[in-house]
């Protein structure tokens, strides 16, 4: 497929050429330098009878007609001409007892570069006396509203000002995503060399972490139509996964109540074993019976390897899958991957050398092992002869030395194993000596950045250069590397304290894995200034600019409820998504009664697994607060949760939902510690107040601090 761009190269080829050359030859009628060609129609539908009809053809130079081998069921007279004509389109019987579809090009001819410009004609045939209903959109987005920019050096999150849907469904509609795990990016765009569908460039979706979703929620459905087709444009590309589109890494499910969810078949125009290119897919059903609304979902099952582009809903079409919506499944942690951790299986006991090798989502138990390197966020760990990193998220609580055994479950970061949710339980301690530490220059620097993700090794090394801090990163500048830099993995403030930033340290630690394919990550043990001012002791914190920065700062809070402890929970509480409630119910919590309230196709429950926190969700849903006799609420700090929504929106309102005096909402965002604090004014005595979602998300709670005077 040639693109605009060589296109345009070759027409002002031609025309130089031409110009060179005028008055030696005569302009020749078939000689067009741009050939184009325009068809009548996009579609035709015909009845299981033999039938014939025709399309008109409009061009400026000669064409052809393509016609796959696979559609031997299609003529089309004639298959070649020059410029405008009348073509016929004449279909078999079709006693195949299934309803049949083909795609045929209609391709204008440049005199010396062959195909140079292609309309499609889909042909549908049903299997019974009736035709296929045309198919008429009412849908499309191609997530191209304002071009996605790079933050830095990452693409962007993906939120509503990339959305641009059209159509008569869109009126409504809204996008959930999995977060941080779905990023919008303007590169290898679909209509790039390397796509074989018109797609419409710009920006795509990529799908970062796994697990992950993208989901287009609340698309209106016409009322007398139950037949659908989707289609969408999609790529995958990854070094280390294969490039070959595989059908079932890469799942779409809809919904008619956004709870319940059916996975639907798909293919793509141009066949199976796609690599490495961008093609349409197409999925067409009947639904047994039509919601309102349609709400779409896109999952796949492996990191950093699809992208999404080009999204349209049609009525009509063969309706070739069955689905019956009210059969659908929860597919669990309602529209938020990571709200409600799965059930562990049974645990394996391994030593961390046999870790390492276990299978993905595998749930383990690693034998006693020492912790040799600890970060704000995670710690390595040694039998003696292999590492592995266990990341935690938060403050580990563990010191280099600990004997420690670490129940979690098996993931993987640039497909390095690490074990991801660990409980540590320690065992023991001893003074641990490091190895002797590898020095990195600037060339080694290069070579481990530029390996494969997943062929990264573990060691101790020493790596000098400049520190610059970036928000919460820690880079180092090393002397001779051209490509790489040095990278600290969330060093604890007692190591790196922010007055290093801009001098020459030496870092000691273990390499541990490389992102971005630039940077040489370190879980350090020691970070040194050796540079000119070297030594600077860290300045003390200064102290909060404002009273009532601070949780607690009026005093210790008058009710504080932990819901990381499963003891604190009243009898009757819901336990698990299955058995989540959606109308308000009281129950009483630490001695003080507090109402709850989900909302439609959500809910509020304890999730299960490994960690205990309270989910309630999403717009509208609520937790009412205790109103104290005598005394007015003024104060609700909030603590939510690594791993949940980053965009929740939560306020504090009154009971008619508006948003009291310094209740404004905000957005959970992930950053520690996670903690929102709303001060309040204009509250009454005796009166009860809600913390309340503002919009499509679940809210993740782990700390209730509430302060009344």
Known sequence: MKTNLWKSFLAVLAFATAFAFVGCTEDEPNKVEDPQIE?????????????????????????????????????????????SKTVSVTVAENTTSKAREAVVKFQALHYEWGVWDTKTLTISQ???????????????????????????????????????????????????????????????????????????????????????HFTIEDIKLPTDKDCYVLTFGSEKYSQDNGSVFNNSEFHVYISGDNAKWSEVEYAFEEGDNIDGRWNDAKASFKLAAVPAKLSVKFVTDVASSYRL?????????????????????????????????????????????????????????????????????????TDGTSYILAYKGDDPGLAVGDKVTVEGTIGAYRSVPQIANPVATKTGHVEYTHPAATVMTGADIDAYAATAAGETYIKYVKVEGELVKSGTYYNLTVEGASKGQGSISYPTAEMCPDSYSGKKVAVYGYTIYQTRDTDVNIIATAVEVVGEGGGDEPSEPSEPSEP??????????????????????????????????????????????????????????????????????????????????????????????????????????????????????????????????????????????????????????????????
Do not use: H
């Open 39 to 83: 068809i009548s129609t996009a579609t035709l539908s015909f009845t299981q009878a033999e039938e014939s009809k025709t399309i008109d053809v409009t061009s400026n130079a000669d064409w052809q007609v393509d016609v796959a081998a696979a559609a031997d069921w299609i003529t089309v007279t004639p298959a070649k001409g020059n410029g």
């Open 126 to 212: 049903s299997a019974s006396a009736t035709e296929i209903e045309t198919l008429s959109e009412i849908f499309n987005d191609n997530f191209d509203k304002v071009k996605a920019e790079k933050e830095g050096n990452y693409w962007p999150y993906f939120d509503s000002s990339y959305a641009n849907p059209k159509g008569s469904g869109a009126e409504g509609v809204s996008y959930s995503t999995s977060d941080k795990n779905i990023t919008v990016r303007a590169n290898s765009n679909s209509d790039s060399d390397y796509s074989d569908y018109e797609g419409s460039g710009a920006n795509n979706i990529f799908f970062g972490k796994t697990p992950n």
């Open 309 to 381: 582009d080009d999204v349209t809903l049609y009525t009509g079409g063969e309706g070739a899958q069955a689905i019956d919506l009210s059969k659908g499944v929860d597919l669990g942690g309602g529209n938020e991957p990571g709200d409600e951790p799965s059930e562990p299986g049974e645990t394996k006991e391994l030593t961390v050398t046999e870790a390492i090798s276990a299978a993905k989502d595998s749930a383990v138990k690693v034998k006693e092992s020492t912790v040799v390197a600890v970060s704000a966020k995670s710690y390595l760990l």
């Open 548 to 709: 009532g920065d601070e949780p607690g700062d009026v005093g210790e809070a008058d009710v504080c409820i932990d819901f990381t402890n499963a003891s604190n929970y009243p009898s009757g509480f819901p336990v698990g998504s299955a058995n989540k409630i959606v109308d308000r119910t009281v129950y009483t919590f630490g001695g003080y009664t507090m109402a709850f309230a989900g909302s439609a196709g959500a809910g509020f429950y304890q999730p299960t697994g490994q960690e205990v926190y309270l989910l309630f969700g999403k717009k509208g849903a609520y937790v009412e607060l205790p109103a104290i006799e005598g005394k007015t609420l003024v104060k609700v700090v909030a603590t939510s949760r690594k791993g949940a929504s980053a965009s929740v929106q939560v306020g504090v309102c009154d009971t008619n939902g508006a948003n009291v005096e310094g209740g404004a909402n905000i957005t959970w965002a992930q950053t520690e510690p996670y903690v929102f604090t709303y001060n309040l004014s204009g509250t009454t005595a005796n009166t009860a107040y809600r913390l309340t979602v503002a919009n499509d998300k679940n809210a993740q709670l782990t700390r209730l601090e509430l302060y009344y005077e």
